[in-house]
């Protein structure tokens, strides 16, 4: 494929956390783009793994980014041009369980890439990811921008408000823009993503994976949090701006090293309910019952993004509407599960090419 202008042909590309859901998705969609890929993540513990489905047979490095001495050992090793920092603990009520651990994941784990990626001296540019979670959250109507104030309520979302300061920091510290291209050569940006789904997610305690293992098994899916307001959209809508902003940074365009939004129009803005309520009508098989829990931990009813930042400068916006993300989604699902089909590559393939007729700007 010729998209994002062949910058990732034959570039080392470093992903950490390429086991997971997005990262697996994006080391296929790297791999299709022409990249020498490696991955650093710890071992997938979801059965299905997507990753595995894709048999992808990039090289990888099975390790935790709270493991200093091996990450700095892949880094001097592989000696990466671009860095997509996926790595994480991404779970709210997880965060609740194991509170240290997801601060040292989100916090400290990225600062060691971050260092690793300057001892090696190779990395040009630095995409990390963070969430839409990472801003102080008033549960109002209107999307929070990227200057709003940072925040957090769980240990997740706190976590990662964190890691932005830290990652700030860097770029203050070590990366200053004004010092480019003279006593350094690197660009860190953030990007913030809201709810995603696609194909191959089996994590737990996530709605769309919830459902679908239900699906599979006919019985019920429980679902908690029915009137709960999210961001939804397909994993490839944020993914497309994280390499759109790779290609910037690698260009060496640094007024791309900042904070991003990438979230969806207003109609990719609803209610767990009528998420659910699409899904069932996009396969009949998906049964739900909403029974919620009074003692469950605290989590956001209500966030938005503004991406207004994104779709003027970088030209990315969402290709799929709502209701064509469903439609994709389930479509995935019910292929496997009847079939045994992976069409994660058909997925990229009709995303670039709708993508292009949308004017999506670098792609």
Same mark, same amino acid.
Not at 123 to 141: F, L, P
Not at 152 to 161: E, I, M
Not at 201 to 211: H, M, Y
Not at 346 to 356: L, Q, T
């Given at each position: 494929?010729?998209?994002?202008?062949?910058?990732?042909?034959?570039?080392?590309?470093?992903?950490?956390?390429?086991?997971?859901?997005?990262?697996?998705?994006?080391?296929?969609?790297?791999?299709?783009?022409?990249?020498?890929?490696?991955?650093?993540?710890?071992?997938? #513990? *979801?059965?299905?793994?997507?990753? /595995?489905?894709?048999?992808? @047979? #990039?090289?990888?490095?099975?390790?935790?980014?709270?493991?200093?001495?091996?990450?700095?050992?892949?880094?001097?090793?592989?000696?990466?041009?671009?860095?997509?920092?996926?790595?994480?603990?991404?779970?709210?009520?997880?965060?609740?369980?194991?509170?240290?651990?997801?601060?040292?994941?989100?916090?400290?784990?990225?600062?060691?890439?971050?260092?690793?990626?300057?001892?090696?001296?190779? #990395?040009?540019?630095?995409?990390?990811? #963070? *969430?839409?979670?990472?801003?102080?959250? =008033?549960?109002?109507?209107?999307?929070?921008?990227?200057?709003?104030?940072?925040?957090?309520?769980?240990?997740?979302?706190?976590?990662? &408000?964190?890691?932005?300061?830290?990652?700030?920091?860097?770029? !203050?510290?070590?990366? =200053?823009?004004?010092?480019?291209?003279?006593?350094?050569?690197?660009?860190?940006?953030?990007?913030?993503?809201?709810?995603?789904?696609? @194909?191959?997610?089996?994590?737990?305690?996530?709605?769309?994976? /919830?459902?679908?293992?239900?699906?599979?098994?006919? &019985?019920?899916?429980?679902?908690?949090?029915?009137?709960?307001?999210? +961001?939804?959209?397909?994993?490839?809508?944020?993914?497309?701006?994280?390499?759109?902003?790779?290609?910037?940074?690698?260009?060496?365009?640094?007024?791309?090293?900042?904070?991003?939004?990438?979230?969806? /129009?207003? /109609?990719?803005?609803? +209610?767990?309910?009528?998420?659910?309520?699409?899904?069932?009508?996009?396969?009949?098989?998906?049964?739900?019952?909403?029974?919620?829990?009074?003692?469950?931990?605290?989590?956001?009813?209500?966030?938005?993004? !503004?991406?207004?930042? &994104?779709?003027?400068?970088?030209?990315?916006? +969402?290709?799929? =509407?709502?209701?064509?993300?469903?439609?994709? *989604?389930?479509?995935?699902?019910?292929?496997?599960?009847?079939?045994?089909?992976?069409?994660?590559?058909?997925?990229?393939?009709?995303?670039?090419?709708?993508?292009?007729?949308?004017?999506?700007?670098?792609?």
């Amino acid at each position: 494929m010729d998209a994002f202008g062949n910058i990732y042909r034959g570039k080392r590309v470093l992903v950490t956390g390429h086991t997971g859901f997005k990262g697996s998705w994006l080391a296929l969609w790297l791999k299709e783009l022409g990249a020498e890929m490696m991955g650093y993540s710890l071992p997938c #513990t *979801t059965v299905p793994s997507h990753l /595995d489905l894709l048999k992808l @047979g #990039t090289r990888e490095v099975l390790g935790d980014i709270l493991d200093t001495e091996l990450l700095e050992k892949t880094f001097a090793d592989f000696q990466p041009e671009i860095v997509f920092h996926l790595a994480a603990q991404p779970l709210v009520r997880e965060s609740y369980r194991i509170p240290a651990l997801t601060f040292s994941t989100n916090v400290t784990g990225s600062v060691n890439v971050y260092e690793a990626a300057r001892k090696a001296g190779s #990395t040009k540019a630095v995409v990390s990811i #963070t *969430t839409d979670k990472v801003y102080h959250n =008033n549960e109002w109507e209107w999307g929070y921008r990227e200057g709003d104030r940072f925040g957090g309520y769980d240990p997740y979302s706190a976590s990662k &408000a964190c890691a932005e300061i830290a990652t700030a920091s860097y770029r !203050d510290s070590f990366w =200053n823009l004004s010092e480019f291209g003279k006593s350094h050569g690197t660009l860190l940006c953030t990007a913030r993503a809201g709810n995603v789904v696609g @194909g191959g997610d089996w994590a737990a305690d996530r709605l769309i994976p /919830d459902l679908m293992r239900a699906a599979a098994t006919g &019985a019920a899916a429980s679902i908690r949090n029915p009137n709960s307001t999210r +961001p939804w959209q397909h994993v490839l809508e944020p993914l497309c701006g994280y390499l759109l902003l790779g290609r910037r940074l690698l260009e060496g365009k640094k007024e791309f090293a900042e904070g991003w939004n990438l979230g969806p /129009d207003e /109609d990719g803005v609803v +209610p767990v309910r009528e998420v659910v309520a699409r899904m069932e009508s996009a396969w009949d098989k998906i049964k739900v019952e909403f029974t919620p829990d009074p003692n469950a931990p605290h989590e956001a009813r209500l966030l938005k993004l !503004d991406c207004a930042k &994104a779709k003027s400068r970088l030209g990315w916006k +969402p290709v799929w =509407n709502g209701l064509e993300t469903v439609e994709v *989604t389930a479509s995935w699902y019910r292929a496997f599960i009847e079939s045994g089909k992976v069409n994660s590559c058909a997925d990229i393939e009709r995303y670039v090419r709708e993508a292009r007729a949308a004017g999506i700007g670098g792609i």
